[in-house]
Structures are given as C-alpha cells and as structure tokens.
C-alpha cells in the first residue's frame, strides 16, 4: 500500500498560499514577477476556484499574466489611491493621463512597440478631441512620465531603449514595449454598457453580498475592520464563525485574525502582505506615529466611540513635534505646516485607525495599540537590593 503523500500535499498548499498573497499584493501579474506568475499558473485551477469560492473574485490566467478581478471597495474602507514614486497619491489630472496613455495604446495600427514622442503626440491629439489641453511644460512632462511609469509597473509597457525619465527631463527619445493582451484586463469590469465613469466603482450586480464572503473581503482589503460599520449578518459570522473564519484565513492567505471589542484585524505575522507599512520610516509616517501617541496620552479614547479631535488640536500637536525633529525632519516643514498636516491625516484614513470630520479628527479605538510605552523610573539602591534578596530566598 502507497503511503499518502503528505510532502507533496503540503507543499502545494504551500505554493498556493504563496500564489495567492502574490495576486493580493499585486492583482495584476506579468512577467515581471516571473516566478509568482509560474505558480499562479501551476496552481490556477485551484487558485480560480479558491478566490470565488472564499471571496467571489474572478481570477483570469494567461500565459503572460495572471489578472486577479475584485470588486469596488466597500464604503467603509480606506482609499487606495495609485501613488508617485515618492508616496504621493495621483492627482486627477495624473488620472487622466493613465487613461488617454491606455486609450492610446490600443488605437488600432499600433505596433509590438512605439517610440514615446509618438505616443505622447496621440495622447495629445487624443486630448484635445475631449477637450483636455496637455501641454509640454516641464511639470506636464513629468505628470506624463508618471503615468507611463504606472504602467511600466504593471507590466503593460517596458522601457526597451531609453526612459520615459529621460523624456521628461530632456526630451531624449525612448522606445517602449507594448504587451497588449494585458491592456483589456486594467478595469476590473468592461466599459460597455456604462453610462458614466462613476459606474464602475458602484457594486457589481453580479458580486454576491453573503456575508461570509463579505466579512472576508474586508478583512482581507482593510487594514481595520470596524464593528459598526458590519451589516447585522457581518456581524453574526464574526461572532459565530470566529474559529472558521480564522481558518480560513490563515489557511488560504498567511493571514492572523485578531478581533476585539472595536472591530477585527487581519495581519500578515511575515509583515510582507500589505500595501502600507506602519509604523515605518519616513518622516510623515513618524510623524503619524507621534501625534497617535501624543494625542492619546491627553485623553484616552473611549471604549466604542473612539477619541474626538478639532484641527486646532492637530495642528497645535504636530507644530511641536515640528519643533522638536525640526533638526531631522528638515526646515521646509516648518514653512508648510499645513502640508504635513494633510499627508499624516492621509496615512491615519488609510491604515483604518482615522477619519476626517468637519470639525477634526475621529481616532478609532484600536489607534490606542500604537501608545507609547510607560516611562518608568530606574530602581533605586534600596529596590535592588531588595531584589536580591529575594533571588536568594527563592
């Protein structure tokens, strides 16, 4: 008799769960990421099968890309905007560039590859048709760059010779590669039938809303998961299916569940599955850290309604903590106060323990776990001694 092959089964859900945390960090996959591409494509049966099954994604799998299709975020979840390569988030106007840099690509009679002046010439052409002037201003350069780099991120184009860095500083040429299959998958749900650009982030008809499904869709999306803002049902599965849903979880993508009080919290122990790392270097995010600690040591938050405060709060907080890294933080935030002020908010809103009022600033519950530690003072003469005594009675 054949003994079973527990090796084999194990590492297969091994090199699923890899897979799978791959297409969560990057939904979509190209060559670019050679080796998750190959074990999305060993495991892709299983994988489509998983993701509709546990979360009612649509995972597409060709041999040059994987494209995993979610639905729109829920209401209550932190933006997830496309950012700079210095942290920034686009602008509309980057937006918008993405969009005719796309439109351009699949103009019919494109190559395998196109020199960048001549994509950057029917973007423009493809521009001015709908009434949106791109000029060649330095700064309009760069905003054209960074949306060309979005897509070299994708994997949608690649730099073959020369840069698109190089074109926006210097007006070098450069020539791009065009890896077409790829371009009719960038929206997770085709334009034909919409009526408007709002559609496509309104609920697909067709994503079932069974709250298991749904609960695990925010844990899995959302850094926190907010008890008030579950349906009834959310908050059944939550209490009922605790151990399942833990399962589940881990099993599948590598994830702890921590649930508390205030909401629930799906983490990766490896620290590898996520979009924004806090707390982490970088000034703002040290900043961010800073007046969490700062604003919770002068009025602990409430046990379910969170702690309440005005802007002036904030900004008086992070004025003196301005002051006080001023040395390391450098001297243009002390010029721009308000500037920082808009980027911390912005990273509080997007890890969950923050939302922006009229008035000011709701900390969540849950912002507590990130108070400082307790200064304690150094034992005295007497407390140790007192120490040693009793080590020796023991």
Known sequence: MTPPATGTASQNSGERREAARALLMHPLLTTDHAEELALVRLHAAALRSMF???????????PTF?????????????????????????????????CLLSAALLVPGTGDQILISALIEQVRSDGATVGVRIGDTLPERRALVTAIGQLVSWGVLTETDGTAGGWGERRDEALLTIHRPVLPHLL???????????????????????????????????????????????????????????????????????VRAEGALAYDPAGDLTDIGFPGNGRVKQAALLLLGELIERRAPASTGGLVVTWDEVDAVLANLTARHARAWGDALAEEPGG????????????????????????????????PQPRTAPPTRAARRLAGQLELEI
């Open 188 to 258: 997770a749900r085709p334009l034909s039938g919409l009526g408007h650009a709002d559609e496509l982030l309104t609920p697909d008809p067709q994503l079932d809303d069974q709250p298991r499904r749904s609960l695990r869709r925010k844990l899995v999306e959302n850094p926190l998961v907010r008890r008030e803002d579950l349906s009834d049902g959310e908050r059944d599965v939550l209490s009922r299916e605790r151990s399942e849903l833990t399962r589940v979880l881990a099993e599948n993508f590598g994830l702890a569940l921590e």
């Open 66 to 98: 994987a494209r995993l299709i979610k639905g729109p975020v829920s209401n209550d979840g932190p933006a997830r905007p496309a950012r700079r390569p210095d942290g920034l988030a686009f602008t509309p106007t980057t937006y918008t560039l993405l």
């Open 340 to 371: 920082l002020r808009g980027d911390v908010v912005l990273v509080l809103c997007e890890i969950g323990v923050a939302r922006t009022t009229v008035t000011g600033l709701l900390l969540h519950p849950a912002a507590a776990r990130y108070r």
């Open 52 to 62: 509709k099954t546990v979360l009612d994604y649509h995972l597409v799998v060709e």
